[in-house]
């Protein structure tokens, strides 16, 4: 059983900051890719940022020189740091995981239960 457990949601000014969180747990024997999806009211989960095990990263344009995505491999952990927050950045933030769980060959898409993040103007 491997579990995904997120925090660091809130309430945020617009300019203000955020740090989100998210740490795997289990029975886990290795994480590939891990990263941050968001979904807003009415709209499409979108990618906003992942990173490689080896650290590789991508962010959606909107997001770019704003937010950085980080991980402590030791710890099965990846974070989101949101900076310059804007409104439209106000959504529920997942966290998705790639990982072989113990005694698997294959690894498959793990997801937590989101945090709601909401920035007011």
């Known amino acids: 059983q491997v579990q995904l457990v997120e925090s660091g949601g809130g309430l945020v000014q617009a300019g203000g900051s955020l740090r989100l969180s998210c740490t795997a747990s289990?029975?886990?024997?290795?994480?590939?890719?891990m990263g941050w999806y968001r979904q807003a009211p009415g709209k499409q989960r979108e990618l906003v940022a992942a990173?490689?095990?080896?650290?590789?990263?991508t962010y959606i344009d909107s997001v770019k020189g704003r937010f950085t995505i980080s991980r402590d491999n030791a710890k099965n952990t990846v974070y989101l740091q949101m900076n310059s927050l804007k409104p439209e950045d106000t959504a529920v933030y997942y966290c998705?995981?790639?990982?072989?769980?113990?005694?698997?060959?294959?690894?498959?898409?793990?997801w937590g239960q989101g945090t709601q993040v909401t920035v007011s103007s």
């Open positions: 289990g029975s886990i024997a290795s994480i590939n890719a």
């Open positions: 990173i490689t095990s080896g650290g590789s990263t």
């Open positions: 998705n995981a790639d990982v072989r769980a113990q005694f698997t060959v294959h690894y498959r898409g793990y």
